[in-house]
C-alpha cells in the first residue's frame, strides 16, 4: 500500500510543503497530500466499522477515537488559537463518517493479536483518505493494528474553535507504514515503584505517538517488584512494600492494555548481574551480596550478582525466566546482561570452589549460564534480547536470532552489526531521559550525571541509525527506543521526564531515516511537536512545555536563525 | 532565645550527633536537644493557643498544623517504615497538647502582618519543647510568626506506623531563629503560564521549609500576565489568554494566602529589557520590537525593550510600577535591570532623537530613568531590588537602600559588596533551578542549556553565603533564593523541577552558613532531605525522588564512599 520508496518524497514534504503549525502529524507518515478546504466534523460524526468479524478491542479503539474526537478540543497552536479561522469554516462542508475497512485479503484477528507478533509479521500500514466535499472519509489496512494506527493518525488532524472541530487541510490522503518495525519505551520500574496507573497513562500516550513495544525493565539490585507464582518470596522480600508489587493480574491487565493499543511488552529480569535484592530470598545464590564499598563491586548500591557459575542459580534463573517469559504473549523476553562486575566473583568463594572444582573459567561459566537460560527461553518460543556486552565484553555463544540493545555509546553499533546481531538502538548517548539530571549517589555535590549532558528532543531527533553501518548491515536495525532508568524518577516526574521527548525516536524510527531519505529536520519538526505535546496536555498528561508558549504560537519565531 | 553564638553548636550537632533517619528537622534548628524516649500523640491531642488576642491566620495556621498532624502517616524512612518501634511505643507516654503564647513583652499581630514587616524588623524565632513524660508541650515566640515557624517544626517531627502517630527522640527542646532574613523562591510566570492553583500549593510547600519570600518574576517580554488597573490593555493585549490573566483579586489572594503562611510576596516587574509584549498595547513605547535576527537585540525571542530615554516611557513606568506597587504590603519590589541590549537602541529613532536632542547618554539616560522610577517606589514605601547589572555594568545612581541580586556568578557578590549595596544571592551556577535541561530555542540540537549542568540539591547545598566577603561585608547579605525560569517549565513540571530542590537554600539561609560555624554537610543532610521529600508527597506535593528509594531507606548506604 504504501512502498517504500515513498519514503524519500516524505522527507521532501517534511522539510518543505507542509504548512507550518497546521497539519502537525507525530510521526509525519510515509505520504501525504493535503488541499486547502476547511472541513468541519459533524456533531453527528460516527465511525462506520465494516469489518467483517470485527473484534471487540477494535470497537474499543474506535470508542477511543470518538472520544478523542470530541474532547481533545485543542487549539490550532497559532496566535488566535483558530480565531482567524471563522471565515474559513462559514463556507466549509462538514464530515459525518470514516468507513474503517480491512483489505480483502485479510481476516480481522483482535489488535491485541496483531500486536504481539514477531517483528516483520505485523502489518501496521493503512490508507487514511478525507474527500474536502463532505463524502465519507476512509481508513483501510490490513490489519486492525493498522486500522488502530490510523485512528491515531485521523485524532491528529482535528482542532477546535468555538465550538466547532475541523482541518483546514482537506483533501487529506495519506498512506503509511513505519520504517522501522522496533520503536519502543523503556522504563526500569525497580529503582523506584510505579503504580499500575501510571504505566497504563504512559502506554496510551505511547499509542499516541505509534511507538509499539514497552520494555519493561521491571526488576534490579534495588527491589523485585514482580510476584513470580513459583518463587513468591522474590515479591514478599524485594518488593519495597506489600503495595509497591506487579502482581500477575497486574502484569496481565498490563500486557493486555497496551496489546490493545498495539503495543507489544518486552519484560526483562536483567541477570546475571542487577540481582542483589535475590540475596533477601536466596542469600545462597548472590555473591557480594551488600559488600562495601559498593562502587568496588557495583555500578550501584547495593552490590550484589548472581553466582552464575553455580548449577543451582543456572537451574534456578533459567526457571524463573521461562516461567515469567511463558505467561507472556511478547515473542522476546530480555535476560539483561550489562554492567556484570568481575570483582564481585574473584573472592567469592562459592564461584571459585566452582571454578576451581570444574575447570571453568569465568567467562566459561557465563557462557553456560547464558546457554542455558536462552535455550529454555527459545524452547518457550521466545527470542532472546540482551544488552551489548553479551556480544562485546564477553566470549559467548548466543542464538544467531539473538537481539542486542546497544546502550554504552551509540558508535558500538558498528561493533555489534560486525557480528551479524539484530539491533535495538538504545543509546545513552542520544535516548537515555536521564541523564543530565546531576549525580544521585550521596556525599558527592561535585557528582554530574554519568551521561550528560541532558538529551533534548532535537538531540535525540538527530539520531541517525543507520550511522557507521554498511549497506548490507542495514537491515539488521529493528529500531530502537528511549528509556526512563529510575534513580531520580518516580510517579512524580514520569510525564515531565519522558513526555513529549519520547516522541523523537518514535518519529526517526517510524518516519525515517531511510538510506534514501533526507535526515529529519528539527526545525521542521518542532511546530509538530509542539502540537503532540499541547494535545498530550488536553488529554491530561504532563509532558513539559518545549519552550515559552509565545513560541509554540508562532512557528520558527524562535529558532536561532530566526 | 536564641542567642546565635548557638549556631556553632548547631554545625556539631547537625554533623555528629543527629541519629540518622530519626529526627528530620529540615531546616535544622539553631539549638537542638533530643531524649531517647517514645512518646505517642494522643488522639485527642490538641492545640492550646493561650495567645490574648490571637488573631484569625494564627488559629488557621493551627488548624493546618493538627491536619497535617492526623494526616502526613508518614512512616519513618528505614527498612520496616516503623514496624521495629512498635516495642518502644508499648511503654511510651502519650502527648495530649501543644501550647502556645508569646512572650511577655509581645502582642499579637496577624502572622500576615508580621510576615511584610521589613527584613530585620520581622521575628522568626520560637523556642518549643516537649517533655517525654506526657506533660504538655510548649511553643513560645515573640510573635505570631514565630509561632508559625514552631507549628512548622512541630509537624516535622512527628511519624506514623500502625494507627500512631509519634516521636521516638523525647524529650524534645529547640530554640531556633534564622540566620539569615530572606529566604527566597523565584518564579517566572511569564514564559509559561501558572494557574493560581499552582502558585498557592508552591507557597505551601515554601512554607513547609520556612522559606519567607516569593520573588514573583510576574512579566516578561513573552506575556503580560498582570492585569493592572490603570492600564488594562496590558493584559488584554498582552497576556497569552484571557484566561491566563492574575487579576487584581488573584494577586490579592495570593499576596493574603502567602503572608498567613509566613511569606511576604516580592514581586517584580523586569524593566526596561524583558519587556517586548508591552508593544502590544503601547508600540511607541518599545524599541526593536520583533526585530530579527532576535539574537542581535535580546537574549531571547522576542526583542523588544524599553525607550526609557524618552519621558513618556519614564513617566509611563513609573507609573505602571508604582501602580502595582502600592497595592502590595511588601516593602521590596523589584525593578529588573537584567540583560539590557544596547544594540537595540543603536538604530532606535526615537531614542537616537532624544539623546541627540538632550545631548544624553544611554547610560545617562538609564540613570534618570532608574532614578525617576525608583524615587517615585521609595515614596510608596518601596525599596528598590535590582539584578546585578544595575550595579556593575552601568554607572547608575542608585539609593543606598536599593538591594542587588547577584544571578550571572556567585562571584560578582564580591563586587557588588565592594560597592556596599546588599546581596540577595540567586547565583545561575547554584541557584538556577532551570540549568541543565538542554537548550530550548528552535534549530540548534547541539545546544546545551547556556548554565549546565543541572544544580543539584546537593551543589546547591554547598553554596557559601559569606565566600570572597571581608567580615566587615557580612552584614550586607540577606539571604538567598533558588529560581526557576520557565522557559521549559509550566505547570505540568512545577513540582517536580522545584521540589525538594528549593529546600537546599531554605537550610542554607536559615540554618548557615554563619562565620564561625562549621560548612552544612550533605552527607548529613541527604537523610534529611530525603525526610522532606517523603512528607511532601504524604501531602500531595509531587516532588522527585533524590534516590532509589532502597537508599532513602538506608541513610548513608548509598553515599559514594560508603
Redesign the interface.
Known sequence: MAPSHYVGLLALVAGCLLPSGVLALWPIPSTLETGMAALKVSPAFYFDVQVKGAPVDLYEAVAQAQYYLANDKLGRLVVG?GANDTTALASAKTLSKLTLSLTSWATAEPIAAEAVKPLGTRSEEYALTIPADGSAATLMANSTLGLYRGLTTFNQLFYYYGGVTYTLLAPIAITDTPAYPFRGLALDTA???YPVSDIVRTLDAMSWVKINTFHWHITD???FPLEVAQYPGLAINGA??PQEVYTASDVQYIVQYAAARGIDVMMEIDTPGHTS?IAATYPDYVACFDE????HYAN???AGQLRFALPEVVNFTTSLLTGVAKNLPSSYFSTGGDELNTNCYANDYPTQLQLNSTGMTLNGALDTFTQVTHAALIAEGKTPVVWEEMVLNWNLTLANETIVMVWISSADAAAVAARGFRIIHAPSNYFYLDC??????????????WC?????W??A??FNPLANLTQAQYGLVLGGEQLLW????????L???VWPRAASSAEIFWSGKQPTGAPLN??EA?PRLHDVRYRM?QRG???????????ALRP???????
Chains 1, 2 share one sequence.
Open positions: 488559537r529503582r523506584n515503584y539490585s534495588q527491589s519495597y512494600s535484592i562495601t564499598p559498593w562502587a550501584e548500591p547495593p543530565g539530571a546531576g549525580g544521585w549517589v550521596g556525599g558527592y555535590p561535585a557528582g554530574n550525571s550528560d549532558p541532558f538529551k533534548t532535537s538531540e531527533y538527530t529510575s534513580e531520580q524518577s518516580a510517579p512524580q516526574n510525564d515531565p521526564i528539527v526545525t518542532l496536555v498528561l504532563k509532558p513539559i512545555p518545549l519552550q515559552p508558549h509565545w513560541c520558527d519565531a524562535c529558532d536561532l536563525t530566526a
